[in-house]
């Protein structure tokens, strides 16, 4: 079994990423999306293992006792982490996984050292961005401003990615993303079985 | 004007390499061959600076003096290289490059630190490498036995790569290489323009 690789996806809010990875995942059937563990009661509708993996706070803080966590982070008084181990399991199974964190959590697990390709996603400018974020109708403009200012400031890191996708259309940014999993899949340090049926051994 | 980007691509004899290559030049139009300068007496219907760059011996031999090849060889008693100016032009100019050479030259341009994407083409196994060869039936058997053990001799040297394409199946190959064209067209050091466009600066 090919070991798969994992990804590191972050984005600005109404950078378009989760359309674009749905796409993705189309394309690709054996690539999955990494499931984060969380204390966060489940909501209706969602299953443990499934949508999350649901654990106790005293669970989760023995883990991060215990160093299990790639990264993990506090939103709204909840945790929200990704196990390592459950990583290295997937990967072991041959998946490609797709780790959709922001940036804040994508340098933890780089500052690790954790072998990862490290993609940040933005749209073609800040009036764009502003433009999707005020056409959803869901924010308050507080909120809209909050984000652009994130999204500002969260790009000032994209010299920390491996690739950075501009979704200026739709079509394209699919494109190159399939475009970084092909090219990653060529790495020589994937490729050992390649060589070895090259050299007849 | 975006700077290109510098491929060299290296590939036993028999792998394909030419057709993938011009396929490669077909998709992306603002990719080129590197013109190699040379000692050889032109043939006819060569060109001077389309086919190579003629020079004679004492030309070159001032040229190396002056460090000015990226790297060169001899073949047969005769110069070839590739000058750093010529390159760094055609990079200006917004061209993709594409250097074909052999394991050699493509680790002394490596260890010039010179930025470029090493790629390395190898078929599916020595198996089929013999039969390609035998199949050209230009060759005799003794060349097909060096060209077979100088493949397995450079095949050794991939890990100096960053990435390894297996010529099993001409599309494939081509949509790989493809894909490390695309994906290296993402890397951040590329992409400041996009950056400052995004910001709005």
């Known amino acids: 079994m090919k070991r798969g690789l994992l990804f590191i996806v972050t984005a600005p809010s109404g950078a378009g990423k989760s359309t674009i990875l749905d796409r993705l995942l189309e394309i690709f059937p ?6 984060s563990m969380t204390t966060r009661p489940p909501r209706k509708g969602e299953t443990d293992g499934v949508d999350y993996f649901f654990v106790t706070g005293k669970e989760f803080e023995d883990k991060i006792a215990d160093g299990e966590f790639l990264e993990y982070a506090t939103v709204y008084d909840n945790y929200y982490g990704t196990r390592k181990a459950f990583i290295e399991s997937r990967l072991d199974a041959g998946k490609d996984i797709i780790l959709d964190i922001d940036v804040q959590g994508a340098l933890d697990v780089k500052k690790k050292g954790y072998p990862a390709v490290y993609i940040y996603i933005i749209p073609p400018t800040m009036a764009e961005l502003r433009k999707r974020l005020e056409g959803r109708k869901t924010d308050s403009r507080e909120v809209v401003e909050k984000r652009l200012s994130k999204a500002a400031e969260e790009t000032g890191f994209y010299g920390e990615y491996d690739y950075v996708v501009v979704n200026d259309d739709l079509d394209g940014a699919v494109d190159a993303m ?5 090219a990653e899949k060529c ?15």
Chains 1, 2 share one sequence.
Do not use: T
């Open 187 to 201: 790495r020589p340090s994937g490729i050992g079985d390649a060589i070895e049926r090259f050299l007849g051994k």
């Open 178 to 182: 399939r475009a970084i999993v092909v």
């Open 30 to 35: 054996g690539m999955e999306y990494s499931i």
